[in-house]
Antibody, heavy 120, light 107 residues
Framework: QVQLQQSGPGLVKPSQTLSLTCAIS??????????WNWIRQSASRGLEWLGR?????????EYAVSVKSRISINPDTSKNQFSLLLNSVTPEDTAVYYC??????????WGLGDLVTVSS | QSALTQPPSASGSPGQSVTISCTGA?????????VSWYQQHPGKAPKLMIY???KRPSGVPDRFSGSKSGNTASLTVSGLQAEDEADYYC???????FGTGTKVTVL
């Protein structure tokens, strides 16, 4: 049974960097049939895909245009986990953040979600 | 990419069927069969109900079905049950977008 365990601070100050980690159990980060995604949800923006990392003989990252200049998703094979870094945050980045596995183009396993509030 | 458009709400009585539409603005949406649907109960993470337009993951009741025609995908829930009351979202994996969401109410 695949599970995703999220961790990270729930409060970030404006202009600082939001950092979250998603630890994978029951699957491998290096699986060549999965991608590992970050998705957020807020009342104002709904569900918003932020980006993904995947391994297909080498690592590939894809990012949403809306955050492309501020985001980095990093795989850590030694810990079988991946992380999200979102810099220069504003209150608009306040949301519930989810990590999720995608297989066959569907997000089939989700973390529980972390509420991250951007406030001074 | 713009979000996919869904009706804000839909409803039906127990045992009836409800169909939710999901429309993409670009022809790219119509060109890919990477449409999936998610059910979300309050305070919970979304749950995959349909992938690749019409395929059901193991454990999802066959009351849930999906289809697509041109730039519009649809999710049909047949034989509505009380536990089907939730928010539903479509998604295009290829475009990296989700739908605006539809609240389904079981009357």
């Amino acid at each position: 049974q695949v599970q995703l365990q999220q961790s990270g601070p729930g409060l970030v100050k404006p202009s600082q960097t939001l950092s979250l980690t998603c630890a994978i159990s029951g699957d491998s980060l290096s699986s060549n049939s999965a991608s590992w995604n970050w998705i957020r949800q807020s009342a104002s923006r709904g569900l918003e895909w932020l980006g993904r990392t995947s391994y297909r003989s080498k690592w590939y990252n894809e990012y949403a245009v809306s955050v492309k200049s501020r985001i980095s998703i990093n795989p850590d094979t030694s810990k079988n986990q991946f992380s999200l870094l979102l810099n220069s945050v504003t209150p608009e980045d306040t949301a519930v953040y989810y990590c999720a596995r995608a297989r066959n183009s569907g997000y089939d396993v989700w973390g529980l979600g972390d509420l991250v509030t951007v406030s001074s | 990419q713009s979000a996919l458009t869904q009706p804000p709400s839909a409803s039906g009585s127990p045992g009836q069927s409800v169909t939710i539409s999901c429309t993409g603005a670009s022809s790219d949406f119509g060109g890919y069969n990477y449409v999936s649907w998610y059910q979300q109960h309050p305070g919970k993470a979304p749950k995959l109900m349909i992938y690749e337009v019409s395929k059901r993951p193991s454990g999802v009741p066959d009351r849930f079905s999906g289809s697509k025609s041109g730039n519009t995908a649809s999710l049909t829930v047949s034989g509505l049950q009380a536990e089907d009351e939730a928010d539903y979202y479509c998604s295009s994996y290829a475009l990296g977008v989700f739908g605006t969401g539809t609240k389904v109410t079981v009357l």
